[in-house]
């Protein structure tokens, strides 16, 4: 008997009212109808398992040939570095080069005895740096050098920049001249060696491709340069390079006083060569017998991008319209040149900001035409590979577009470096989705043909049921105004009157219950830190104490009035929450707890909430972020927007004041120390208190900005450079 035939009981024995019989078609009568549905429901189960394997396939397809291509330029780049490597082993150990050691070591001794350097010439030097290569240094590198700081120390090193390096006043020539010109005619020993000698190196320009090569003597003198650049003379141990990657890898050659060591530097901005990167292999010169010195051979940063970039030919090699692949630093710089910025240098710049580069960076690597040790990659890829990892994975990538990036470590001597192919996502599954739209269309036609047979019947059925997990699924999502009809008087009009009675109980409690949250936690974090909003809740009486050594530091918006006022209130609020994530971003970077926020201004502390050694350092360093945060601001917006923060350090106390009221605050004498500092002389920066200024006069420059009272003596208030 059914359901319905149990309720159906004669009212003269039970007492009670029958309920009501549900008239149509049963549950079970339309389950009999449903298998008119069993072909359709066939179809679609061998179209979904063919869509899926098919789908698949073809994704994993497209991941498998950007592995396969990273793993093939990996082999090549290990391949071009370990023959560039195996060269400068053999040229180091050759005749000639054991020849030209010995003799220009010899001669460079020679010149030490046998010339003089009067004033005039000191002068004449002295004037080289400072009127033709520092200005082109500092325009080239951003930052100023002093006049005499490349200047020799040796009589025979300042002779020899005299004679060669100081006819280099024109850095953009022809350097074939340069590379050529050994014997300037003096008549000393050098020149005559240089000129007998030199050719070796000539050779080694033209036919091997480096960039430079420099001849070391066991002492770390630099007696000979293929370019006679301003490290011709200097000594790599003590003169101006001696902290360069290429003093540490020539030290370590030297040290193992064999012929068959090879090292090899990382890049590194190379200042005789106006700071353009560069990469060294160094490798000693001698036989079995013993050193003479050493050979550093700089490989031009060409060469790797030829291999990196397959001579620009992606398109031919599997890379399509915006596949490449370059190499990353464990600094998170690339080490190779992007193709974005080869194919399209005019909107680089924009794209490169977008990715989280400052304008000054962006700018500059579309000027120098180049992004090698410029251009930071700050991708999910990189940081696995750092760790060691290899494999695949579908992201954001170095300027912010998405992706499918295969990354894996090289396995390269003396350098870690991580390889990224990469491809943007819509052109990399282009036919997955072409695969897709064949496939639905198939399934579609099929779909058509045997609903002709079934329809009624299956809409009869399904419709009900689409209804019901449809609102199934919006109210899973949230949806809690989704209601179902009930004009059926089957089970599934019963089941549609309960779900519409369970909805409507579930919109009023969660419009209740989401409304008091919702002003809850909008009241505690405007009041308070999130740190003392939890202790609030958790029902503690007193939260109130006094801190020693915590910094504080007050930050004051200036000029955001005047560049509000064009701006709607809307507009004007959302750009002010901008800012204020900035800082917020920023202050958990740093490590500082935000105190609270108000429209011109931003206090934070360090050490209150979470004890910190260093915590006057780390607001220091928040105060310079927030500067990085208003430049960038200004940049996305065509704004001037400035900054003036103030540093101190001391004893505070927080808490709620008045707690009935949660009004949360910080107060003592470096809260009002910080306030003051911050505008003793009006203009946009960061200043700091004496005590701040004596704690990290060792890690930030500072100037003498001012004074302001405090306590009845006279405060020196310092301004960070």
Do not use: C
């Not at 308070?528 to 939890?534: G, H």
């Amino acid at each position: 008997m059914s359901d319905a035939g149990a309720v159906s009981t004669n009212t003269e024995t039970t007492g009670r009212r029958p309920r009501r019989r549900l008239g149509g078609l049963s549950i079970q009568s339309k389950l009999l109808v449903m298998l008119l549905g069993v072909s359709l429901i066939s179809s679609i189960v061998v179209g979904a398992i063919g869509f899926v394997n098919g789908r698949q396939s073809l994704h994993s397809a497209a991941v498998d040939q950007l592995t396969t291509i990273r793993s093939m330029r990996a082999t090549e780049i290990e391949n071009a570095v370990r023959a560039f490597r195996l060269d400068a082993s053999l040229q180091s150990r050759n005749l000639s080069a054991q020849t030209l050691s010995r003799e220009m070591n010899a001669a460079f001794d020679d010149l030490a005895s046998s010339v003089t350097i009067d004033e005039a010439a000191d002068e004449r030097l002295a004037a080289y740096y400072a009127d033709a290569f520092i200005p082109q240094l500092e325009a080239r590198a951003d930052q100023s050098y002093g006049d005499s700081a490349f200047i020799p120390e040796s009589t025979a090193g300042k002779y020899l920049q005299l004679q060669y390096t100081v006819k280099n006043t024109d850095f953009d020539a022809d350097y074939d001249t340069l590379l050529r010109t050994n014997d300037t005619g003096d008549g000393t020993r050098y020149s005559a060696t240089a000129e007998r000698y030199g050719d070796y190196f000539t050779r080694l320009i033209d036919q091997a491709g480096y960039e430079d090569a420099l001849l070391l003597n066991l002492d770390g003198d630099v007696v000979f340069s293929a370019f006679k650049g301003t490290e011709l003379g200097t000594n790599i141990n003590t003169g101006p390079y001696r902290e360069s990657a290429l003093t540490d890898e020539y030290q370590a050659a030297i040290a193992t006083n064999s012929v068959n060591t090879v090292m090899m530097t990382d890049f590194e901005r190379w200042i005789p060569s106006l700071n353009v990167p560069a990469l060294w292999v160094v490798s000693p010169v001698g036989n079995d017998s013993g050193i003479t010195g050493a050979i550093a051979f700089q490989v031009s940063i060409d060469r790797i991008n030829d291999v990196m970039t397959g001579d620009e030919l992606w398109a031919e090699q599997g890379l399509g319209k915006t596949g490449e692949v370059y190499l990353v630093g464990r600094d998170g710089l690339m080490r190779s040149n992007s193709r974005r910025l080869i194919e399209d240098p005019d909107t680089y710049a924009q794209r490169a900001i977008n990715g989280g580069n400052s304008p000054e960076t962006a700018q500059r690597i579309v000027d120098v035409g180049g992004t090698t040790m410029l251009q930071r990659v700050n991708t999910q890829a990189v940081e696995s590979s750092k760790a060691g990892e290899s494999g695949a994975i579908v992201g954001r990538d170095y300027i912010g577009g998405e992706s499918i990036t295969a990354y894996a470590p090289l396995e390269i001597e003396d350098v870690d470096w991580m390889i990224v192919a990469r491809i943007d996502t819509d052109e990399a599954f282009a036919p997955v989705s072409t695969f897709t739209r064949n496939v639905l269309l198939s399934l579609l036609g099929i779909m058509v043909a045997v609903s002709l047979l079934s329809l009624v019947l299956a809409q009869v059925f399904t419709r009900p049921i689409r209804r019901l997990v449809d609102a199934t699924h919006r109210i899973a999502e949230g949806d809690l105004d989704v209601r179902v009809p009930e004009h059926s008087r089957d089970e599934f009009g019963g089941l549609g009157s309960a779900f519409n009675d369970m909805a409507s109980s579930l919109r009023l409690k969660q419009d209740l219950l989401e409304e008091q949250r919702v002003e809850n936690e909008k009241l505690l974090h405007t009041l308070m830190p999130e740190s003392v909003a939890a202790r609030y809740k958790q029902g503690d009486e007193t939260i109130s104490e006094a801190h020693e050594k915590v910094s504080v530091v007050f930050a004051e918006l200036v000029g955001f009035d005047e560049y509000a006022r064009g701006l709607s209130p809307e507009e004007e609020v959302s750009q002010l929450n901008a800012l204020m994530r900035g800082f917020d971003e920023a202050a958990e970077k740093a490590g500082v707890e935000k105190v609270r926020t108000l429209r011109g201004g931003y206090l934070v502390s360090s050490g209150l909430v979470v004890p910190r050694v260093d915590n006057v350092r780390r607001s220091v360093e928040f105060a310079r972020s927030l500067l990085t945060v208003v430049e960038r601001f200004n940049a996305q917006n065509r704004s001037s927007i400035s900054v003036r923060a103030g540093v101190d350090t001391g004893t505070v106390t927080s808490g709620l004041v008045a707690r009935t009221s949660l009004a949360y605050d910080l107060w003592g004498d470096a809260v009002s120390l910080a306030y003051r500092v911050r505008s003793v002389t009006g203009d946009p920066g960061v200043y700091v208190s004496q005590t701040v200024y004596e704690r990290t006069q060792e890690i930030f420059e500072f100037t003498e900005a001012g004074t302001v009272e405090s306590h009845g003596k006279t405060e020196t208030v310092w301004k960070v450079a």
